[in-house]
């Protein structure tokens, strides 16, 4: 399976705690992006890496929340202090994306699930 | 990026051909239109993409009139698994920012 791929699938954690997703991007995408998602909404954009540099960071984003792509391939989001709004399915998305083309088509992982308690 | 409308669900039947519209009156020169497909428990799914006029692929077609204000996937003779979230997005062709705003979506169910 070459599809983009994240890690766990589901986690569970008291609140206080932290925790931490791995997502592993097609192959050779130079984009990466983090959506977050709950229940009855669409997903919301939280940041985005072309090879390992960060280049946005939505304001979603609060200072517990940080997100790292090291070497270009994979990226990992972590979430310290976990708290109760956290809860949600976290999304990874790649793209190869060039300059002027018209389509940069992003490919979703199954994403995952997080639930604070 | 431009801002979409779009029925929060749909009912339809197997065999059926399901129109799904948005509204997106705000939408740029340089934007493009673009369909996502959620199943329950799954990332969205790229389905189709366009600008203006008419496109079609394997899965869906997209009707685009000139002016752009709107747009409607064609979902020719749904079946059961065609039940899905679908999504209307809309944003510029060489947007450097790349990320996708998505509105709550309509949430197609196919019955049998």
């Known amino acids: 399976d070459t599809g983009v791929s994240q890690d766990p699938r589901h986690k569970i954690t008291k609140r206080g705690q932290n925790v931490t997703f791995r997502c592993d991007p097609i192959s050779e995408h130079n984009r990466l992006y983090w959506y977050r998602q709950t229940l009855g909404q669409g997903p919301e954009f939280l940041t985005y890496f072309q090879n390992e540099a960060q280049l946005e960071k939505s304001r979603l984003l609060s200072d517990r929340f940080s997100a790292e792509r090291p070497k270009g391939s994979f990226s990992t989001l972590e979430i310290q202090r976990t708290e109760q709004g956290d809860s949600a399915m976290y999304l990874c998305?790649?793209?190869?994306?060039?300059?002027?083309?018209?389509?940069?088509?992003?490919?979703f992982g199954p994403g995952t699930r997080l639930t604070v308690l | 990026l431009a801002k979409t409308t779009q029925p929060i669900s749909m009912d339809s039947y197997e065999g059926q051909e399901v129109n799904i519209t948005c509204s997106h009156n705000?939408?740029?020169?340089?934007?493009?239109i673009t369909w996502y497909q959620q199943f329950p428990s799954q990332g969205p799914r790229f389905i189709i993409q366009g600008y203006k006029t008419k496109v079609t692929n394997e899965v869906a077609s997209l009707f685009i009139p000139a002016d752009r204000k709107s747009s409607t996937l064609s979902l020719p003779r749904v079946s059961l698994s065609d039940t899905a979230v679908y999504y209307c997005?809309?944003?510029?062709?060489?947007?450097?920012?790349?990320?996708?705003?998505f509105g709550q979506g309509t949430e197609l169910s196919v019955k049998p």
């Open positions: 705000n939408i740029a020169t340089n934007d493009y």
């Open positions: 997005l809309v944003g510029a062709r060489d947007n450097q920012g790349g990320k996708l705003i």
């Open positions: 998305a790649s793209s190869s994306w060039t300059s002027g083309r018209a389509l940069d088509t992003q490919y």
